[in-house]
C-alpha cells in the first residue's frame, strides 16, 4: 500500500486523467513486446491465414497513422496480431501497442468498419494507459508472491521472469473499471471518425458480442467487459457529441484531445 500511494500522480495527456502508474511510455513498450509472443502462444499462435493477418494489420494501421493515436508514445509501435484461437471469442491489447483479435472474434465481423471498431477500442485501452493502471492496482495484492517467487530464483535474469510471468497472467485476466471500458469506447469513436470509418459499426459490434454470449462459444470478451447493451447508448451519445463539436475531422487534430470519464 505504501509502495502505491507513493506512486506520483501523473496526467494522461491523451485522455486528461491523473493516473497512479509505476511504469513508464517506454518501460510498457518493452513489457508489451517481450510478452507478445507469450501471450500468442496462449490462444494457439498467429493465424496461418496470412491475407487476414495482413488485413488486420492494414485497418490497425490505418486507425493510428490516420487519428490523434499517432499523437502518444506508443505510436510508432503499434502492432495488430490476429491469433489462430476459432472458439474463444476475444480481444485484447498489451501495455506499449501489442494488441490481439482472436479469429473467433474475427470471424464473426462483417465488415471493414467493424473490425475498425474492435482494434479502435484496444487502442483505447493502450494509450489510456489502463494495463499499467490496473497493475499498479495489482501490486498492492501480488507484491508478495512476487517477493517469493524472486527469492526463490536467487538471480536477476529469474527475478525479471517471474516479473514478466506475472505480469501476462494479470494481462490474461485483467478487468478493467468502467470508466475504463467507456474510455476506450469513447476513443474508439473518435478513431473511428478521424480515420473516416463508419462509427456506428461499433454499435453493430457490440450486437455481436451480445449474440456470442448466447452461443456454443465462451466470450473471454465479455469476461472481462462490461455488457455489451450497457454501452451502445453511451456510443450513440458519443457520435453525437463529437459530430456536433466538429472533433470528428479526418486525420485527427494533431492534438490529442480529452476524453475525460468520471465514475
Given at each position: 500500500?505504501?509502495k502505491?500511494?507513493?506512486?506520483?500522480?501523473?496526467?494522461?495527456?491523451?485522455t486528461?486523467r491523473q493516473?497512479r502508474?509505476?511504469l513508464?511510455?517506454?518501460e510498457e513498450?518493452?513489457?508489451?513486446?517481450n510478452s507478445?509472443?507469450?501471450?500468442a502462444?496462449?490462444f494457439?499462435g498467429l493465424s496461418?491465414?496470412e491475407?487476414?493477418?495482413?488485413?488486420?494489420?492494414?485497418?490497425?494501421a490505418?486507425?493510428v497513422n490516420d487519428?490523434?493515436?499517432?499523437?502518444?508514445?506508443y505510436?510508432n509501435?503499434?502492432k495488430?496480431?490476429?491469433?489462430?484461437?476459432r472458439?474463444?471469442?476475444?480481444?485484447?491489447?498489451?501495455?506499449?501497442g501489442?494488441?490481439?483479435?482472436?479469429e473467433?472474434?474475427f470471424?464473426l465481423?462483417?465488415?471493414?468498419?467493424?473490425?475498425a471498431?474492435?482494434?479502435g477500442h484496444?487502442?483505447?485501452?493502450?494509450?489510456?494507459?489502463?494495463?499499467?493502471?490496473?497493475?499498479?492496482?495489482?501490486d498492492l495484492?501480488n507484491g508478495?508472491t512476487?517477493a517469493v517467487v524472486v527469492g526463490?530464483?536467487?538471480e536477476?535474469?529469474?527475478?525479471?521472469?517471474?516479473?514478466?510471468?506475472?505480469?501476462?497472467?494479470?494481462m490474461?485476466n485483467?478487468k478493467?473499471?468502467?470508466?475504463?471500458e467507456?474510455e476506450?469506447d469513447?476513443?474508439?469513436?473518435?478513431?473511428l471518425l478521424q480515420?473516416g470509418?463508419d462509427p456506428e459499426?461499433m454499435i453493430?459490434?457490440?450486437?455481436?458480442?451480445r449474440d456470442?454470449?448466447g452461443g456454443?462459444?465462451?466470450?473471454?470478451?465479455?469476461?472481462?467487459?462490461p455488457?455489451?447493451?450497457?454501452?451502445?447508448?453511451?456510443i450513440?451519445a458519443e457520435?453525437?457529441?463529437?459530430r456536433?463539436?466538429g472533433k470528428?475531422k479526418?486525420?485527427g487534430?494533431?492534438?490529442a484531445?480529452?476524453?475525460e470519464?468520471k465514475?
Amino acid at each position: 500500500m505504501f509502495k502505491y500511494f507513493s506512486l506520483p500522480t501523473e496526467k494522461n495527456q491523451f485522455t486528461g486523467r491523473q493516473q497512479r502508474l509505476n511504469l513508464d511510455a517506454k518501460e510498457e513498450i518493452v513489457l508489451g513486446l517481450n510478452s507478445a509472443p507469450q501471450m500468442a502462444r496462449q490462444f494457439g499462435g498467429l493465424s496461418p491465414d496470412e491475407r487476414a493477418r495482413e488485413y488486420v494489420a492494414r485497418v490497425g494501421a490505418k486507425l493510428v497513422n490516420d487519428t490523434d493515436a499517432d499523437q502518444t508514445p506508443y505510436g510508432n509501435n503499434f502492432k495488430f496480431h490476429l491469433l489462430a484461437d476459432r472458439k474463444v471469442v476475444n480481444a485484447f491489447a498489451l501495455p506499449g501497442g501489442q494488441i490481439f483479435i482472436t479469429e473467433a472474434l474475427f470471424r464473426l465481423l462483417k465488415t471493414e468498419d467493424e473490425l475498425a471498431g474492435v482494434l479502435g477500442h484496444e487502442i483505447g485501452h493502450v494509450v489510456g494507459r489502463h494495463s499499467s493502471e490496473q497493475m499498479a492496482k495489482s501490486d498492492l495484492i501480488n507484491g508478495l508472491t512476487t517477493a517469493v517467487v524472486v527469492g526463490a530464483s536467487g538471480e536477476s535474469g529469474g527475478m525479471e521472469a517471474a516479473r514478466v510471468a506475472q505480469m501476462v497472467g494479470q494481462m490474461v485476466n485483467m478487468k478493467y473499471g468502467r470508466g475504463d471500458e467507456l474510455e476506450s469506447d469513447k476513443l474508439a469513436v473518435l478513431f473511428l471518425l478521424q480515420a473516416g470509418y463508419d462509427p456506428e459499426a461499433m454499435i453493430r459490434v457490440m450486437e455481436v458480442l451480445r449474440d456470442a454470449s448466447g452461443g456454443g462459444s465462451q466470450p473471454e470478451f465479455m469476461s472481462t467487459h462490461p455488457a455489451p447493451a450497457n454501452r451502445m447508448e453511451v456510443i450513440k451519445a458519443e457520435i453525437a457529441k463529437l459530430r456536433k463539436e466538429g472533433k470528428d475531422k479526418r486525420g485527427g487534430t494533431g492534438q490529442a484531445p480529452l476524453v475525460e470519464i468520471k465514475e
